[in-house]
């Protein structure tokens, strides 16, 4: 799921399901970054990807723009550097 282009990029959340997709949702939620829950959460633990930060008690979010670097940052060690 992409956030509208209306909106701020600095000020937007993803929420766990929104990065690594659901492909059980009605209608399915393609990946921002193809893997499981458990390994985005040790790749979050290890340092490898962004800190979340907690929006509530029950509410964990990532920003929009930590996910977006993280993806160009990906994408360019795979072929070959910046």
Same mark, same amino acid.
């Given at each position: @799921?992409?956030?509208?282009?209306?909106?701020?990029?600095?000020?937007? *959340?993803?929420?766990?399901?929104?990065?690594?997709?659901?492909?059980?949702?009605?209608?399915?939620?393609?990946?921002?970054?193809?893997?499981?829950?458990?390994?985005?959460?040790? @790749?979050?633990?290890?340092?490898?990807?962004?800190?979340?930060?907690?929006?509530?008690?029950?509410?964990?979010?990532?920003?929009?723009?930590?996910?977006?670097? *993280?993806?160009?940052? *990906?994408?360019?060690?795979?072929?070959?550097?910046?």
């Amino acid at each position: @799921m992409t956030v509208p282009t209306n909106h701020n990029r600095e000020s937007a *959340f993803l929420r766990i399901w929104q990065i690594v997709g659901n492909a059980k949702a009605k209608p399915p939620i393609p990946p921002l970054i193809p893997v499981g829950k458990s390994s985005w959460w040790q @790749m979050v633990r290890e340092g490898r990807a962004p800190a979340p930060i907690k929006l509530g008690k029950r509410t964990t979010a990532w920003r929009a723009c930590d996910i977006d670097r *993280f993806i160009q940052t *990906f994408n360019a060690t795979k072929t070959g550097g910046e």
